[in-house]
């Protein structure tokens, strides 16, 4: 079991934007798994949901005042105690209060007193996320190791659109639990930009039909969150995935092997790691036929040739440059000690730093929700990650990650 099954002390600030009513959902979600919710909105977000909803919803009294229950010290006592203190939404207010350390209200004064991991998921408009002085807020506060998580790209108040809305509490949710999984840890990958491959890729054979395979995306989604609640910028590229968006990750979907070559190679261009974690197809179709291949009566199957689609992990080792790190992937059916052999040569070949080894089938990690891996590198020996969720297992490996990164400046 996870640590964050077992917490029990969650501090939900809700700040004076249109989607705090999203923060209804957030918090069903964290009592419905066992948590011990106390809300403490702002004055402003009242407006937009009353006390009584948050007092009904969580089963504890809500106020915004330090001057309530004042035997109680809660303007202390609320940050004091918590595990963790998520705000959702985060508006600009709030996070200029929060970087400058202003205590104006029980929200602000808990920010200020809570020790323990605080989470921010900022909403509001594009303009305002945008803006100089909201740029440096967030960055003051990642800099003090709180996890900001990036805006969502959709439909805002009005007939806007843009980045500043809030992302799906299903996701904001996922990536507490994965903040709260590393109680004790400072986000490590902050200012570091990751790239996480997801999904299978498809190569179309006609307009209806294609090569493909068994890939969910399951494991890169979780790379994804992993990175993003360890304060990293993160970018998915997605192929054929379809997963919830993971909370403050920049997603590029694709669909064959060489969209998902040709995003990648972009996005690598600036990033710290790369995390090859989608399925492509190594083969694909030498023609394509613009029209249905028919079925005849009395006639043969077609027969269909095949070519080699490129290497984007090899393409990567390549062009690596110094300090970037490398995660390839080895999905692998045959017992261990020819998947350990097939593995070290494609370590080598691809001039992977590390390569993650896992045994695929039918009935085994496609799909699944859970994983278990064996990692190598050049000079480490084998690491073996047992049965454990794929979040966990992408935790085990970002580890690794991070510590070869420790010695060279972010990116950010």
């Known amino acids: 079991m996870e640590r964050s099954e077992a917490v029990t002390e969650v501090v939900l600030g809700v700040s004076g934007g249109i989607a705090a009513y999203k923060a209804c959902e957030l918090l069903r979600l964290f009592t419905e798994s ?7 909105p702002t004055a402003s977000a009242l407006k937009f949901v009353g006390a009584p909803t948050w007092a009904a919803l969580s089963g504890q009294p809500v106020s915004t005042e330090v001057w309530d229950a004042v035997h109680e010290v809660p303007h202390v006592r609320l940050g004091q105690r918590a595990d963790l203190v998520v705000v959702a939404p985060a508006t600009a207010d709030v996070l200029a209060k929060a970087a400058t350390g202003q205590a104006d209200d029980l929200l602000t004064n808990t920010l200020l007193t809570a020790r323990c991991p605080v989470m921010y998921v900022p909403a509001m408009h594009t303009e305002m996320w945008e803006h100089p ?46 903040v709260l999984a590393r109680p004790d840890q400072q986000p490590d990958l902050v200012g570091r930009h990751v790239v996480v491959t997801a999904g299978g890729t498809r190569e179309p054979i006609d307009p209806v039909r294609f090569i ?27 192929a ?3 997963l919830p968006a993971p909370a403050g990750a920049d997603i590029v979907r694709v669909g064959t092997t060489e969209e998902l070559r040709q995003a990648t190679l972009k ?10 974690a989608a399925a492509p197809c190594d083969f694909r179709p030498e023609h394509y036929e613009a029209e249905k291949i ?3 009566d009395g006639a043969d199957a077609p027969t269909l040739r095949l070519v080699a689609n490129p290497d984007i992990a090899a393409e990567l080792g390549a062009r690596k440059r110094p300090g970037q790190v490398l995660v390839a ?3 692998e059916t045959a017992a261990e000690p020819v998947a350990l052999e097939n593995a070290r040569e494609k370590l080598l070949r691809k001039r992977a730093d590390l390569i993650v080894v896992n045994e695929v089938g039918v009935d085994r990690t496609f799909g699944a929700d859970t994983n278990a891996a064996i990692v190598l590198g050049p000079e480490i020996e084998p690491i073996r990650i ?6 966990e297992l992408a935790d085990a490996v970002l580890d690794l990650v991070s510590g070869r990164l420790c010695h060279t400046p972010g990116a950010g």
């Open 133 to 178: 002085a909201t740029v440096e807020n967030v960055a003051t506060l990642r800099r003090r190791g709180a996890v900001v998580i990036e805006p969502a790209v959709g439909r805002l108040t009005g007939v806007d659109t843009g980045k500043g809305r809030l992302p799906d509490p299903a996701e904001i949710f996922a990536m507490a639990r994965r």
């Open 329 to 331: 992937f080895a999905a």
């Open 386 to 391: 047992g049965e454990r969720s794929k979040e």
């Open 267 to 276: 996005a690598a261009e600036e990033a710290d790691a790369v995390v090859m």
């Open 212 to 238: 493909g395979n068994r890939s969910s995306g399951k494991q890169g989604y979780a790379f994804a969150r992993a990175a993003v609640a360890r304060g990293a910028r993160v970018t998915i590229v997605s």
């Open 34 to 40: 066992g948590h011990r919710v106390r809300v403490v």
């Open 240 to 242: 054929n995935v379809a």
């Open 294 to 296: 028919k079925k005849r």
